[in-house]
Nanobody
Framework: QVQLVESGGGLVQPGGSLRLSCTAS????????MGWYRQAPGQERELVAS???????QYADSVKGRFTVSRDSAKNTVFLQMNSLKPEDTAVYCC????????????????WGQGTQVTVSS
């Protein structure tokens, strides 16, 4: 079974920084895509940043210039460096990955981590 585990969340003051990590483990042949989503209470889930196996990157307008997504393909890990944090960044951040579990299969599936809480407050 595939597992995604996030780490790095916590409480920071406005203007501070956090670095989130997400590592995929288990039965993995290939990872096509990894991304970060967030959801605040009463809000819809939104894509924050993503990166493909080919290195294509996408950011939400609200985080451009402040957040940076990167990956370590050899470790099946994606990172999200968050700088200049604002109270409106407060949310549960979840990792998402599109994964092929076996070299003998042509099937790709989406997996989700349990999420990590990011709170930006004075």
């Amino acid at each position: 079974q595939v597992q995604l585990v996030e780490s790095g969340g916590g409480l920071v003051q406005p203007g501070g920084s956090l670095r989130l990590s997400c590592t995929a483990s288990g039965s993995i042949a290939s990872i096509n895509y990894m991304g970060w989503y967030r959801q605040a209470p009463g809000q819809e889930r939104e894509l924050v940043a993503s990166i493909t196996s080919g290195g294509e990157i996408q950011y939400a307008d609200s985080v451009k210039g402040r957040f940076t997504v990167s990956r370590d393909s050899a470790k099946n890990t994606v990172f999200l460096q968050m700088n200049s944090l604002k109270p409106e960044d407060t949310a549960v951040y979840c990792c998402n990955a599109n994964i092929r579990r076996s070299v003998y299969s042509l099937t790709w599936s989406n997996y989700w981590g349990q999420g990590t809480q990011v709170t930006v407050s004075s």
